[in-house]
């Protein structure tokens, strides 16, 4: 549930959309006509995001937007504005402001920021703490007590007041945010902005505007000027997950912000100054890369004044027992299902998997079983088909010759084809294998199977679309709906 506070003087249209895209009971739009107003419910109870209008009765937005930063700085606000004030949104951005909209307001751009906004402050508020083996309802919680964990908790104690730069190895899925999210809401910035950015997920021609903003004609398509991360996070963390596929132009502007915390945006000339505390993440071996000249070796030691190592789940021992339990609680809760534990043999079959995507697909692994599931006991039966495969070199997969020959088949097809890019015709042969199963697990939801994977909707859209797979007409209803104003 998100709680959106909107102030605004003529508060009636917007609340009226904002309502219509976030509806009760899953979120809560409240209204303040005033800055006076708006501030006093801030301070009652803190919103999860606030739109604030720049032209108020009583107070200026910026005037307002300052008292919000003084009352609680990690509250989202988005600026809502006429299109001939945009400089002065952008001005607020500068100061802190998470993003703005141009009223009349674009409908799915509103649902965009917002739920970014709803993210944003989860993030920072949600306290990430360490759970007692019997505290598995704990939410946010870093969970397991085997003694890599026990080391990974020492060091997030060391480093999180030290404001130093921080690099967080391990594979993908052991939780590299989630001890972001710790050491910076351990350390001195921690009621200043906490913003996240994976440098995988962008195309590289993006990446460079995302992290340092662009001035308006700077490239095609830059019709306004945009605050980039590092200017929207000034006083506060900025965590860069995968810096390690971060392209080698963009690794030496970072290196110049990191030495002299300064940068210029792209296509502007006027140098900006900022004070960011920077974690990084990366599941690759990124000294080893330095070495190799894939990465640069000043920006590696720039970065890696602390690292910290996570463990993958499966040198975790015990641990699994422990996250299956806390997932189960937490996640029947949150699908109204009745399991509450886990039978010896679904364990069992648990220990013997492999987890290459770790605590993540761990997670999604009980998402998928608390589909299927029935009664208060999560039987085997209910697992994914994979499990009823047995693991190389457990008992059973020892007994039945390994993995399923249909995929050594696949990949051994794979290798000795021409294609250079194989690492992506696999990816393409798994999405269209694993997608389609998906939706047809889901009964055709987009929303569950977006669930299930652990991506976003819109994601998995696009996956279908590029493959040819037609996604269902459900989801473009929703948004379309969504786009209609109130009569």
């Known amino acids: 549930m998100g709680r959106l506070l909107l102030i605004d003087d003529d508060p009636a249209l917007v609340a009226r959309q904002a309502r219509q895209v976030f509806p009760a009971p899953d979120h809560e739009v409240e209204v303040a006509s005033s800055g006076a107003e708006g501030l006093e419910r ?47 949104a952008i001005e607020a951005m500068k100061l802190g402001a998470y993003d703005y909209l141009f009223k009349p307001l674009d409908l799915r751009r509103l649902r965009e920021v917002v739920e970014g906004a709803f993210e944003v402050s989860r993030r920072m508020h949600t306290p990430t703490v360490v759970a007692e083996e019997g505290d598995v309802d704990a939410d946010g919680a870093i969970v397991g007590s085997c003694p890599a964990m026990l080391e990974v908790y020492k060091s997030i104690g060391r480093v999180a007041a030290q404001d130093v730069p921080v690099l967080i190895t391990g594979e993908s899925g052991t939780g590299k945010e989630m001890v972001a999210q710790a050491i910076y809401q351990h350390g001195p910035r921690a009621r200043m902005p906490f913003l996240a950015l994976n440098c995988a997920a962008i195309p590289e021609t993006l990446l460079e505007s995302e992290l340092f903003g662009h001035e308006k004609g700077s490239f095609t398509g830059a019709d306004r000027r945009r605050i980039g991360k590092f200017e929207q996070c000034n006083g506060g963390t900025l965590f860069l997950d995968e810096i390690g596929d971060m392209p080698p132009a963009l690794q030496a502007k970072l290196l110049r912000l990191l030495q002299e915390q300064t940068f210029e945006r792209v296509g502007g000339d006027e140098t900006i100054h900022t004070d960011v505390r920077l974690i990084a993440a990366t599941h690759r071996d990124l000294k080893a890369w330095s070495n190799e000249g894939k990465f640069r070796a000043d920006l590696y030691y720039r970065l890696s004044v602390f690292t910290l190592a996570l463990p993958s789940l499966r040198d975790r021992g015990d641990d699994l027992r422990i996250l299956v339990r806390h997932f189960l609680r937490r996640l029947s809760a949150e699908m109204g299902r009745e399991v509450r534990d886990v039978a010896p043999e679904t364990l069992e079959r648990l220990r013997e998997y492999s987890w290459p995507g770790n605590v993540r697909e761990l997670q999604s692994t009980l998402k998928q079983a608390l589909l299927q599931a029935s009664g208060p006991l999560l039987l085997p039966r209910f697992l994914p088909d994979a499990f009823d495969e047995p693991a190389a070199g457990s008992p059973r997969g020892r007994e ?36 389609p199963a998906a939706m047809e697990f889901a009964r055709g939801s987009q929303h569950q199977a977006a669930l299930l994977l652990g991506i976003a909707r819109q994601t998995l859209r696009q996956k279908l679309k590029q493959l040819g797979l037609h996604p269902t007409s459900q989801l473009d209803h929703d948004d379309s709906e969504a786009n209609e104003l109130p009569g």
Not at 47 to 52: N, T
């Open 42 to 88: 801030v301070r009652l109870a803190r919103p999860d995001a606030v739109l604030l209008d720049l032209h108020l009765p009583d107070a200026s937005g910026f005037e307002v937007f300052q008292s919000i930063r003084r009352i609680d700085a990690r509250i989202p606000v988005v600026f809502i504005t006429v299109a001939r004030t945009a400089d002065a």
């Open 400 to 435: 039945s010759g390994g993995a399923p020959a249909a995929l050594t088949v696949s990949l051994s097809g794979v290798f000795r084809s021409d294609d250079r890019d194989v690492y992506s015709e696999v990816h393409r042969q798994l999405d269209r294998l694993l997608l």
